[in-house]
C-alpha cells in the first residue's frame, strides 16, 4: 500500500465484491440467455478484472492465485456461471503469457487483455503453413465464446519421423465458427 492507496490485489479484490450484488442481478437473465449478460461483461471490463494476472508490461496487475481465487469467489457470490466465465478469461490471459513474446504483444496491445475461451482438448488437427499452422477441427465447449475476442483451442501435430506434438493454438474470433445446440423449451 502506497500513501492510503490499497494495492491491485486490494483493489480488485474490492472492486469483485461491489461487482456481485450485479451479477446476482442479472443471473436469471444470463441463464435464460445462455450467455453472460453484457451488462456484466462491461462491468467486468470496466473494474478490470480480466487484467488479474497479465504481466504488468502489457498493462496487467500481473497477481496471482491468491488473488485470483479471492476474486472468483466474490463474484461467484453474485453468480457462479458469471464466475466461471471471467475466471476462465483471468486464467485465459495467464495461458497466452506461455505464447511467445511477439504473440503476447500483438494480443495484449490493445487493451491489457483479451476474452478467450479455450477448448483445449486435442480434438483439432493443426498443419504447419508459413508464418504458423492452420487448425481444423471441432470442439465441445467453449465457455464465453459469445464474448470472445480469440479463441484458444487444442490441436495435434503430426512431424516428419512420427512424432506428436500437443499444443494449444490460438485464433482470431473472426476465423471461428460457433455451432450452438438448440435447447428444448423448458431447459
Known amino acids: 500500500m502506497v500513501h492510503g492507496m490499497p494495492d491491485n490485489a486490494t483493489l480488485l479484490i474490492e472492486r469483485a465484491r461491489a461487482l456481485a450484488p450485479l451479477l446476482a442481478e442479472h443471473a436469471e437473465a444470463a441463464e435464460r440467455l445462455r450467455r453472460p449478460h453484457d451488462a456484466v461483461m462491461a462491468a467486468l471490463e470496466e473494474a478490470e478484472i480480466f487484467k488479474l494476472m497479465v504481466p504488468r508490461k502489457f498493462g496487467g496487475f500481473e497477481l496471482g492465485l491468491d488473488t485470483f481465487l479471492e476474486v472468483g469467489l466474490l463474484l461467484g457470490e453474485g453468480d457462479a456461471s458469471m464466475a466461471w466465465v471471467a475466471t476462465f478469461y483471468i486464467e485465459h490471459c495467464w495461458m497466452l503469457c506461455h505464447f511467445p513474446q511477439t504473440f503476447q504483444e500483438r494480443v495484449f496491445r490493445e487493451r491489457g ?12 488437427a493443426a498443419t504447419p503453413v508459413e508464418g504458423g499452422y492452420h487448425l481444423n477441427g471441432r ?13 484458444l483451442g487444442g490441436g495435434r501435430v ?6 506428436l506434438d500437443v499444443p494449444s493454438f490460438a ?12 435447447v428444448a423449451p423448458g431447459h
Open 113 to 124: 487483455y483479451v476474452r478467450a475461451p479455450a477448448a483445449i482438448a486435442p480434438t483439432g
Open 171 to 182: 485464433t482470431p474470433r473472426a476465423e471461428v465458427t460457433r455451432l450452438t445446440t438448440p
Open 158 to 163: 503430426t512431424h516428419p519421423a512420427d512424432r
Open 139 to 151: 470442439w465441445q465447449w467453449g465457455s464465453g465464446a459469445m464474448h470472445a475476442d480469440w479463441v
